[in-house]
């Protein structure tokens, strides 16, 4: 009797061992996981920032002399709902690729907070009653 109870406590004892292996093999793929979804994400997000700045560069590209000359658009996509913020631009700019930039943008933002699970704030950004001119710079007026 005495051996039979060895027998199943060894027994017993290599499959928990084998158990903490597999959780502990489990354990670090999962690490290694959430570290590449890391990775990815923060590449997601730079892309994102990068259409951003092509998007200011067009804004920003001509001197603000004349406010009449100067209109404004929304950006972005919130997690809840609404504009991240908005734009100044001059309407001499090329307004097809202005604004397809702005909602290739828009939905890219959109697709990454749907996909990485982002929260955000849900307050409305408000919107700009106008434009003026500072040094050359177009500021929207709220």
């Known amino acids: ?31 290694e996981d959430d ?18 700045e092509e998007i200011e560069l067009i804004a920003a590209s001509h001197n603000c002399d004349d406010p009449s000359e100067w209109r404004y658009t929304s950006y972005g996509t919130k997690a809840c ?16 690729l202005f604004f397809g ?13 749907i996909k990485w699970g982002i929260i955000s704030d849900c307050a409305v950004t408000p919107k700009p009653n106008g434009v003026i001119c500072e040094n050359g710079s177009p500021i929207l007026v709220y």
């Open 35 to 52: 570290n590449n979804n890391d990775l990815i994400q923060a590449q997601e997000a730079e892309n994102l920032n990068l259409m951003l």
């Open 1 to 31: 009797m005495g051996l039979v109870y060895l027998h199943k406590k060894n027994n017993s004892m290599k499959i928990l061992k084998c158990i903490g292996v597999l959780l502990f093999i489990g354990l670090c793929l999962s690490c």
């Open 101 to 113: 930039k702005i909602e290739a943008h828009r939905l890219a933002e959109d697709l990454y907070n």
């Open 81 to 96: 709902g609404g504009y991240v913020g908005y734009f100044a631009f001059h309407k001499t700019i090329d307004m097809d």
